[in-house]
């Protein structure tokens, strides 16, 4: 499978706002409300990571973040945050891959490439959490050395994650 990150891009504004759309079509508010700003205000939206990479502007208790997407086949197939520090019940590292695109190695080929990210700003011991239910997440993190510390309670979205850690030396 030949995948790689890049910084967004005004480059993949079409697949972007297709990747935005699809979580509209499953209903997942989630992440639609994460990147419902690029269907409407590209460059705007584009700049807000930009901003957000680079600690400008953060809302109270956000993190300098960087966010990178998956692409293959010049398409948007996943999107990953590389969190500068560990922050609450997030970690470092929070990906998600495109309804349209799951199930076919996309998450373990963006965790993969998001820990060489983590590595250049000198993460050595990056933690990662998933929801308890979120089977498909848990197998990818422990497909990539992640093991079990902790159970923990996200008060935020009211449930129960599993907290990893993955030696990043």
């Known amino acids: 499978m030949k995948v790689h990150l890049v910084e967004p891009t005004s480059i993949f504004e079409e697949s ?6 699809s979580y509209e079509e499953i209903n997942d508010e989630h992440y639609f409300r994460k990147y419902k700003k ?3 205000d590209f460059k705007g939206y584009i ?8 600690g400008i502007n953060l809302i109270e208790g956000d993190i300098p973040t960087s966010i990178f997407w998956l692409i293959y086949n010049e ?7 590389v969190r500068h ?9 929070g990906y998600d891959v495109s309804p349209r695109f799951r199930n076919k ?10 820990l060489l990210e983590t590595k250049k700003l ?9 929801s308890v239910d979120n089977l498909y997440s848990k197998k990818i993190i422990e497909n990539n050395n992640g093991k079990i510390i902790d159970t923990i309670y996200d008060e935020e979205d ?3 994650m599993f907290k990893f850690i993955i030696n990043n030396k």
């Open 16 to 21: 972007f706002k297709r990747y935005a759309q």
């Open 38 to 40: 690029s269907l409407t």
């Open 47 to 54: 700049k807000d990571l930009e901003n957000l990479a680079n």
């Open 75 to 81: 398409e948007v197939v996943g999107v990953v945050r």
């Open 85 to 93: 520090e560990e922050t609450g019940t997030a970690g470092h590292i």
């Open 105 to 114: 190695g996309y998450g373990n080929e963006i965790l993969k490439l998001s």
């Open 122 to 130: 000198g993460i050595e011991t990056v933690v990662l959490t998933c």
């Open 158 to 160: 009211d449930e129960y």
